[in-house]
């Protein structure tokens, strides 16, 4: 294969990647956006039709997407357009949801919350990712309700100690840590206590027994990993920085956390504990600093070598290829003019 072949050959690898790989997206997110919104708006109205009952109207938009969106939680899958390849994206836009049908508890709630506002009903998602779920609530009479819309009937309306109740009384056995919800600015305002019970951690952290400030903590709950064999590490709760007096607090639903304090972005100083939190009770734990170590997690490093090798690997063969053609032009210069 000459050099100018092979150029051409890795130039036409690359396209028939990008297209594989952006293709799909770039035609969903325009179908999605072009026609999403209204598809929402045609299919709520549509469903609401001939019912005045909120709630019943609310059953019927729950009983829509069960029966036409497919329920899954991979982290990518193939889209019907083979052989393209479609990642599932995190907080998704409504109008993608309803464009992909598929997804999670996540995107059944922002789908849901859409179609029900659709038709005059307020409604917000509301989110538990410490324990791994997100569900909606309602404005049902002037209060805000309890509804997910991943349950069955009997369990989705007005349900809110359903994830914490025992599994041998109809229940999930959950305990959460954090429930919250994004309003209208963006802000997420805490609205745990609405489905538990909460208690108070007290958080210091010290460096060299003085205390330290603007040290971030982060919290982490240990439920899902201690009590599910598919989760092996703790979920994200919170995260705060500590005052001049080196302390900062946090009310959470009562629950076992790793608790993580860091000073530094890339390297810094770092400690780590776990606590044990009670409903209705405070715990305190002092963190102290000490040792210079790298901050960054396992998934971030394992991202920034993925990045950093395809790029040098991308220059390597670019530069030779420019090689080829440079010493093939010297070559052809030398023949011509010998």
């Not at 997407?65 to 479609?86: I, R």
Request: aromatic share 12%; net charge neutral.
């Amino acid at each position: 294969m000459t050099t100018k072949r092979y150029f051409i050959f890795v130039i036409s690898i690359l396209v028939l990647l990008v297209i594989i790989f952006l293709g799909p997206f770039t035609w969903v997110y325009l179908r999605s956006t072009l026609f999403g919104r209204q598809e929402i708006l045609n299919t709520a109205r549509s469903i609401a039709s001939n019912e005045s009952n909120q709630e019943k109207i609310l059953d019927l938009i729950a009983d829509w997407l069960k029966e036409h969106m497919t329920y899954d939680t991979k982290s990518s899958y193939f889209y019907p357009l083979p052989p393209f390849l479609l990642w599932r994206m995190s907080s998704p836009e409504p109008s993608w949801v309803m464009t992909i049908k598929r997804g999670g508890c996540e995107e059944y709630a922002i789908l849901f919350t859409e179609m029900a506002r659709s038709v005059g009903i307020e409604s917000r998602v509301v989110h538990n990712p410490s324990e791994d779920h997100v569900w909606s609530e309602v404005l049902i009479n002037g209060s805000w309700t309890h509804f997910d819309p991943t349950l069955s009937k009997g369990h989705r309306f007005n349900d809110p100690g359903l994830y914490e109740r025992p599994r041998d009384k109809g229940g999930w056995g959950k305990q959460l840590s954090i429930v919250f919800f994004i309003d209208k600015n963006g802000t997420q305002q805490d609205i745990t206590e609405r489905y538990t019970s909460t208690g108070r951690l007290i958080v210091k952290v010290e460096k060299d027994n003085a205390p330290v400030e603007n040290a971030r903590v982060i919290v982490q709950s240990r439920f899902l990993m201690e009590n599910s064999p598919s989760y092996r590490a703790p979920l994200f709760v919170s995260e705060k920085y500590t005052n001049k007096s080196g302390l900062c607090s946090f009310d959470l639903g009562g629950n076992n956390f790793t608790v993580i304090a860091q000073l530094g972005t890339v390297f810094g100083y770092k400690d780590e504990t776990i606590v044990h939190l009670n409903e209705n009770d405070s715990a305190s734990e002092t963190l102290r600093l000490s040792g210079l170590s790298l901050l960054l997690s396992s998934e971030d490093i394992l991202m920034i070598s993925f990045v950093t090798s395809a790029s040098a690997l991308l220059i390597i063969e670019f530069v030779v290829i420019y090689k080829k053609l440079k010493t093939k032009s010297k070559t052809k210069k030398h023949e011509k003019y010998g």
